[in-house]
């Protein structure tokens, strides 16, 4: 595969660099830089999500008849690239990546033309129900329970590790609508609204210090049954469709922009003077970017033409979180004594606290402590290559 710019492609760069200039504020450029995971505060993500919605910018990998862009697979990645180099802060992933091309490829006409546009401007900022207390990588065994009444259902149990649930205004949920029979064949998908009287979310506090979990209880919530994606008893063949695009979006962009920071750390300390140890082990690890960045462009095409990415996108889950935490590791060395400096206050944006030694050592121990998840959420590596074994190798 050529990844080489056409002249076309560098046009486009310039164009990017170009909005970026003049649209990207300090203030959320900064925000950007000092976010320690996937997600962001809505109070960055979302203004910046308005700019590009202003653009037609906000979801390049939709087809273009529900708002995408029509960008090549190049493109796209030009344009996570430079966003990423940039500092833009990220955009949530819950509404653009995984439950809008859900909605497209499940939802009824009328759930498509009521969401979809609301999810592009951010005025629906979602979460995902799926895990449990007693149901995480095994998650056929949730057992939130739905009981159907009238024209809604009664929703009685809990959800856990439920990202920015404190910030959504919708979620989509994994329910239980039957309990006889095979565990995935009695699970229904739900589209609900987080103010409905009856849900309690309750703050989980991760080893970075941070706030962005949480467990979300749930008392006699009436679902309107409208808000049913798919049919009743069938949201396991609607869940496994959204998981290949959580598993398969996104981009390596993020990460060699993370490489690119510990090069120009390590050069700056004098670590890259030896060709051996850490340089080594730097440069192997660009060189596993690029092996990654080939298996994208196969899942891009899938997702620019509306189709579901199929098992490359367990490949790519498993290539990517074990990238992540290879190049924190390799932060937290770079990085010395300040990495494990606890810094909360220091690194929140507009914080008048200065840091403790360099500044781009304030992230790398959140981000290290936060992304030991990303190996578990979204379905464990260790999953991800038991569908690899089945669906790729036929084993």
């Known amino acids: ?154 929703l009685n149990g809990t959800k856990i590790w439920t990202t920015h649930a404190h910030f959504a205004t919708r979620m989509f949920c994994l329910v239980r609508t039957r309990f006889d029979g095979k565990p995935q064949e009695g699970i229904t998908f739900l589209l609900l609204d987080m103010n409905l009287p009856g849900i309690k979310v309750e703050p989980i506090i991760t080893l970075a210090g941070e706030h962005e979990v949480n467990q979300v209880f749930f008392d006699d919530v009436r679902v309107p049954q409208a808000g049913r994606l798919g049919a009743e008893n069938d949201g396991w063949t609607v869940a496994k469709y959204l998981l290949e695009f959580e598993r398969g979006g996104g981009s390596s962009a993020g990460l060699e922009a993370g490489v690119a920071r510990i090069r120009a750390m390590a050069a700056r300390d004098g670590l890259l003077a030896d060709a051996g140890g850490f340089a080594r082990e730097l440069a192997a690890a660009e060189i596993g970017l690029e092996a990654i960045k080939i298996t994208e462009q196969r899942v891009s095409a899938a997702l620019s033409s509306g189709a579901n990415p199929g098992p490359a996108a367990s490949m790519l889950k498993v290539q990517r979180t074990e990238m992540m935490q290879r190049i924190d590791t390799l932060g937290i060395e770079a990085g010395g004594a300040y990495a494990g400096v606890d810094q909360i206050e220091a690194r929140q944006p507009g914080s008048n606290i200065a840091p403790v030694g360099p500044t781009d050592r304030l992230t790398l121990m959140p981000r290290y402590l936060n992304n030991r998840a990303g190996s578990i959420y979204g379905g464990s590596n260790e999953v991800q290559r038991n569908i690899m074994a089945k669906l790729v190798l036929g084993l």
């Open 1 to 154: 595969m050529n990844l080489d710019l056409t002249q076309a492609d560098s046009d486009f760069r310039d164009e990017v660099r170009a909005f970026l200039h003049d649209n990207l504020t300090p203030e959320l450029a900064n925000a950007g830089k000092l976010t320690t995971s996937v997600f962001i505060e809505p109070q960055f993500s979302l203004p910046w999500q308005r700019i590009l919605h202003a653009r037609g910018w906000a979801a390049p990998a939709w087809p273009v008849e529900y708002g995408g862009t029509g960008w090549s697979e190049m493109q796209r990645y030009i344009f996570a690239s430079e966003c990423a180099r940039a500092g833009a802060p990220g955009l949530s992933p819950m509404g653009l990546s995984m439950v809008g091309p859900c909605i497209i490829g499940h939802g009824t006409p009328e759930q498509r033309a009521h969401y979809l546009p609301r999810i592009l401007s951010g005025e629906d900022y979602w979460c995902q129900g799926y895990s449990e207390p007693n149901a995480g990588s095994d998650l056929a065994s949730l057992g939130l329970k739905a009981v159907a009444d009238g024209d809604a259902y009664v």
